[in-house]
């Protein structure tokens, strides 16, 4: 069945940006420059800017924060706002098309991620498919929102849909785009009527017509955000090993793979090291244009973490790292970019890297009694200071 769910819609607000027609537009893909460029100047605050936006500098990642930036100062602002009720949305649009009036109803929800009830084709240019996936899945870690919807398609036979979609009231919302298109917008609070519109889709599979690569970035965002961020490790203050000696060394235990990198891409090299998880694959960088994955040759216990096969096998017995002088050899971080750049910068002379652990994982290994060495994970989000607080005098008991 596809699961669908009701949510709390993300709007702009009319008072203050005035015509709707003016901030929205079409998807486009990131190639398309010259239509992103017309919407941006539009309107100061149309969609474009935080779907595709702008970057000044050399560090492209500042477009990524430019965006969350944005989308805070909008939402403070009130430019956009929050529905204050969780509804789904019925959508129609009105159009002309060879001299006939035609209109198309759907709804916009929220749709569970599934592998069987949501089918999605298959690009043949995966070079640029994987690019501009990475680029939006940075946009939505990032801004922890979407902002452009997946244009999916259902099965209607018996029109049990589309009769729980039927209206005579007049839109919540109502504009004409630049396209002459019409388009109207009806919230759907009623908790009776958005169950039957649930039950509607228990029979029903989902059929991408467009928006695979915002689909895809969906899907890896929820599998980020049920494991913990791995921990990279920086190997600063050592000499340098000869580096075929260093391998052979390693090679003692890990089988060795080395990938060469045409550009520096650290989503393909965390993609890669989470597909070879179950081999326990392990990332080494020496600031030349590869990378080593490094495979243990014999299996290691399941609850030991791969952190400490990295710390027992290579960082102790190769580089001499042990608990006593961990903090003057060690640095760690979250970002694989920031381990590439010490070690390409010259401030480290190597960098490990690790793939994210599940939650369940973590769980099994600390529920059996084995310890992890520290900084393996780094939970996100994390819990923060302030929001609820505990005076322990004021308490009964």
């Excluded at 917008?185 to 509607?200: C, L, M, P, V, Y």
Aim: some cysteine.
């Amino acid at each position: 069945m596809a699961e669908i769910k009701d949510f709390k819609g993300l709007f702009y607000n009319s008072d203050i940006v005035g015509d709707i027609s003016a901030v929205i537009a079409p998807h486009c893909h990131a190639a398309e420059e010259e239509t992103i460029k017309r919407f941006y100047s539009s309107h100061p605050f149309n969609v474009v800017r935080l779907e595709y936006p702008s970057v000044n500098s050399e560090n492209i990642g500042e477009k990524y924060t430019g965006a969350a930036d944005a989308l805070g100062k909008w939402l403070e602002t009130g430019i956009l706002k929050t529905d204050i009720e969780s509804c789904i949305y019925i959508y129609e649009q009105e159009y002309v098309f060879e001299k006939q009036t035609h209109k198309i109803r759907g709804l916009i929800c929220c749709v569970k991620i599934g592998d069987k009830d949501i089918i999605s084709g298959e690009t043949s240019n995966h070079e640029i498919y994987d690019a501009f996936k990475s680029d939006r899945y940075n946009l939505m870690r990032a801004t922890e929102a979407e902002f452009s919807g997946i244009y999916s398609l259902y099965k209607d036979e018996d029109n049990a849909v589309s009769k729980l979609l039927e209206t005579n009231s007049v839109p919540d919302l109502e504009f004409e785009d630049d396209f002459g298109i019409i388009h109207r917008i009806w919230r759907e609070h009623n908790k009776d009527k958005i169950n039957a519109i649930k039950e509607s889709f228990k029979d029903k599979k989902l059929v991408i017509a467009d928006g695979h690569i915002r689909y895809e970035t969906a899907a890896l965002y929820r599998e980020k955000m049920k494991t913990a961020l791995a921990v990279h490790r920086i190997i600063k203050n050592k000499q340098k090993f000869d580096e075929n000696s260093l391998i052979e060394m390693i090679s003692s235990v890990f089988n060795v793979d080395k990938s060469y990198i045409r550009e520096y891409d650290a989503e393909k090299i965390e993609a890669r090291l989470s597909a070879e998880k179950e081999k326990r694959a392990i990332g080494m960088f020496t600031g030349s244009d590869y990378y080593y994955v490094l495979t243990p040759k014999e299996d290691f216990p399941y609850y030991a973490a791969d952190s400490e096969m990295l710390q027992n096998e290579i960082l102790a017995k190769i580089f001499g790292i042990n608990n006593e002088n961990i903090k003057k050899y060690i640095d760690y971080t979250t970002s694989i970019e920031e381990a590439e750049r010490a070690v390409r910068e010259e401030n480290a002379q190597y960098a490990f890297y690790l793939s994210p652990m599940s939650a369940e994982r973590m769980y099994e290994i600390c529920e059996s009694g084995f310890n992890m060495p520290k900084h393996t994970l780094s939970l996100y989000p994390k819990l923060m200071m302030g929001i609820i607080m505990n005076k322990f005098d004021e308490q009964e008991g």
